[in-house]
């Protein structure tokens, strides 16, 4: 079999368009997260911040200026990300 007649038997390879994957945080652009402080009394809620990405920098932001536990909340897929102090953990 030639070379032409296997591309007429077989999708040609270069023309097949890979999925493209997205990260987290660009996968939740638009969605709305809500941040939690954690406190002796439950959690207390500070605000809601639209996509991912500016949650976790908003949450980082709020951990400097006054210490303590935070979480990022999504309605659809619950705890999203945790911050105590300086350190930041994905869930």
Known sequence: ???MESE???????????PMTE?????T???TFDIFKATVDGPLW???VE???EAKERMARLAVT??????IHSQE???????????????
Do not use: C
Not at 8 to 18: A, F, G, I, K, Y
Not at 23 to 27: I, L, Q, R
Not at 79 to 88: F, K, N, T, V
């Open 1 to 3: 079999m030639t070379l």
């Open 8 to 18: 007429m038997h077989e999708p040609n390879l270069r023309s097949r368009q890979m």
């Open 23 to 27: 990260s987290t945080e660009d996968a």
């Open 29 to 31: 652009m638009g969605s």
């Open 46 to 48: 500070i605000e809601a």
């Open 51 to 53: 996509g991912l990405r």
């Open 66 to 71: 006054s210490p303590g536990e935070y979480f």
């Open 77 to 91: 897929k619950g705890i999203m990300a945790r911050q105590a102090h300086e350190w930041a953990d994905v869930v």
